[in-house]
């Protein structure tokens, strides 16, 4: 490794959840080691994709810790298809399941200003990831942006919250019928409890997204007189 990344510039290596071997086994549930260019990978870079058009940020990933290494999912802004565990700002989020990790100037915090992935490529500032918690409360990963220094608004955050639940439920999709192979008592109650909370996030996300539109039209009609009279007045 190069000189600049030597213990001298040592940054914090992230902890190891209790339960991580609980966390490998459950992992193995999933099809992480699918193509590519599957049905739940295409989803998430779909989601990914549009929220990083909205935001105008570099780097959105879906981030998988498991063993030494994290590996991306899916990704938008970001070339390398993995990293190791011990440089990665995901594994520091998995150890909070129920907080997002906010870093907003990654070269003023102590944890993470000599790390690897912030001096060089991808050149981290801005970080904001979600845990992926699925059914039984086992975090997958997370959920994530990277960007320059910057703070997402309020809405953008719960917008982007709620896209990790979305992932989640994707994710317990696939667990479903991978589980389906083996017709048990067990598994017909994992894929029942499954499938309420898919329907639960549903409900969410049609809530929240009939909230922004009714805030748009809102905004729309309270802004129009005032539009129309600029228009009148600039003879436009």
Known sequence: ????????????????PVNEKLRSKVIEEYAFDTPPK????????????????????????????KDDKQFFYARRGLDAPETSRSVSFCAHAINKPQEPLIVLNALKDSRFAANPLVLGEPNIKFYYGVPLVNMEGVVLGALCINDKPSQLRPEQEAAFN???????????LV??????????????????KTMKH????????????RRQIRYCVYTWRAQAPYTMISRRCCGK
Not at 1 to 16: K, N, Q
Not at 165 to 170: A, P, S, W, Y
Not at 176 to 187: E, G, Q, S, T, V
């Open 198 to 209: 898919i329907r639960t996030t549903i409900e969410a996300t049609y809530h929240y997204c």
């Open 38 to 65: 599957d049905n739940l990978s295409c989803f998430v870079q779909s989601l990914a994709s549009s929220f990083a058009t909205i935001t105008r940020c570099q780097i959105v990933c879906l981030s998988i810790v």
């Open 1 to 16: 490794m190069s000189g600049i990344y030597s213990r001298r510039l040592a940054w914090s290596e992230p902890d190891v």
């Open 162 to 172: 709620l896209m990790a639940k979305m992932c989640v439920c994707q994710l317990e």
């Open 175 to 192: 667990r479903i019928f991978r589980l389906a192979k083996f017709d048990d008592d067990c598994n017909r109650n994992k894929r029942a």
